[in-house]
């Protein structure tokens, strides 16, 4: 059975930081490209930071560019989200997601941002930011 479980979220003061973590298994998700969405109550699942199958490239939001930080450790299955300086417009639901088929190079950048890209996702992690 292919899962993906979020764990780290939680209650932040504004400007604190928060470090999810994303344990895949049931496949190996070594090849796959990953990626980090997040959802608020009566909104669309927004794209925040994605990472290639290698960990050579990422992707970020223009709200996480410069606070978040997108990693992953293929030995562990793992992918991770590091964030800093939260706001309390940061406060969602927080998912991580596996894409089976990493988009080409020249696509990558644009196709990782778009959630029907995945094939896989968690049940998300509770992240709130207390202004």
């Known amino acids: 059975q292919v899962q993906l479980v979020e764990s780290g979220g939680g209650l932040v003061q504004s400007g604190g930081s928060l470090r999810l973590s994303c344990v895949a298994s049931?496949?190996?998700?070594?090849?796959?490209?990953m990626g980090w969405f997040r959802q608020t109550p009566g909104k669309e699942r927004e794209f925040v930071a994605a990472?290639?199958?290698?960990?050579?490239?990422?992707f970020y939001a223009d709200s996480a560019k410069g606070r978040f930080t997108i990693s992953r450790d293929n030995a562990k299955n793992m992918v991770y989200l590091q964030m800093n300086s939260l706001k309390p417009e940061d406060t969602a639901v927080y998912y991580c997601a596996a894409d089976k088929h990493e988009p080409d190079t020249w696509t990558i950048a644009e196709m990782l941002r778009l959630p029907g890209q995945y094939d896989y996702w968690g049940q998300g992690t509770q992240v709130t930011v207390s202004g």
């Open positions: 049931g496949r190996t998700f070594s090849r796959d490209a």
């Open positions: 990472i290639s199958w290698s960990g050579a490239r990422q």
